[in-house]
């Protein structure tokens, strides 16, 4: 089917844009950027750099994607930026391309919604069916799992990982790591938890949520040191997939830390 391309909007050349692509008036897409099928762009957008974007992907006005680093060590490397299909990215959002001191690479996956002025930094890995609310911003190098939400005015400190399906509150400030299923809040972040409605909105049984609660009050009790009572769970909870995965989210170690509840008692 035939491209709907404004005739305000300026497509350099190189771009590589797909098939039935809608571009509205006073885009701006740079030479070496590529855009998936069935894709649309509102108007006032700008793509630039080494930027792929995905088939499906609606983007609103004034979206910025694929410019330099807001790094000082950045010097003008060769880097990239791909984002995978079907994801919805709204006004005033901004994407950054990697550099060398993470790869040079920054990745987002697939299905996701970013809300207005969301920010993904340099060399940050955005897994699939991830929610960023309004002016939620991710530093350099942070991991976001899959079905993880960023609630509105959060920030996220550089090298972070949150674990898949965990959520944070709004206005809440992560300095360290966020378990799978966790849930945290705060000016500066506290487990408050699991995150029960998302775990319940991906239909997990209420069997499977039990043994979650359960394995999540040894993880964070006081009794024992943190090696001990993460041997404890993968002990008993070996066959356990949601359990694991939070096992093997703590065992693979940490730049930042762990987050940590308030009390051993918020579940």
């Not at 987002?108 to 991830?130: K, R, W, Y």
């Not at 609630?151 to 090298?159: I, N, P, T």
Request: glycine share 12%.
């Amino acid at each position: 089917m035939a491209n709907k391309i404004h005739s305000s909007s300026i497509i350099e050349r190189g771009a590589e844009i797909g098939e039935n692509v809608s571009i509205g008036p006073f885009c701006h897409l740079g030479p070496k950027i590529q855009l998936g099928d069935n894709s649309l762009l509102h108007s006032n957008v700008v793509i630039t750099g080494n930027t792929k974007i995905g088939s499906e992907t609606e983007i609103f006005p004034f979206a910025s994607l694929g410019h330099e680093p807001q790094d000082l060590k950045f010097t003008g490397e060769e880097s990239l930026l791909t984002i995978g299909k079907k994801n919805t990215i709204r006004e005033y959002v901004t994407m950054n391309p990697g550099t060398s001191g993470g790869g040079l690479v920054t990745r987002v996956g697939e299905d996701g919604l970013f809300m207005v002025g969301a920010h993904v930094a340099h060399d940050c890995d955005v897994g699939d069916n991830v929610i960023m609310a309004n002016n939620a911003t991710l530093a350099g190098h942070v991991s976001l799992g899959d079905y993880s939400i960023i609630g509105g005015l959060s920030a996220v400190h550089q090298f972070v990982r949150i674990g898949h399906h965990a959520m944070v509150g709004g206005m809440t400030g992560v300095e360290f790591d966020v378990i799978p299923f966790g849930q945290v809040q705060g000016d500066r972040a506290h487990l408050s938890g699991l995150n029960l409605v998302g775990l319940k909105r991906s239909n997990f049984t209420k069997d499977k949520i039990r043994g979650l609660r359960t394995a999540y009050r040894m993880l964070f009790a006081n009794e024992g040191t943190a090696a001990e009572r993460i041997e404890d769970v993968a002990t008993q909870f070996s066959k356990e997939r949601a359990v694991m995965e939070i096992i093997d989210f703590m065992r693979a170690g940490s730049q930042r830390g762990i987050t940590q509840p308030k009390s051993s008692n918020e579940t």
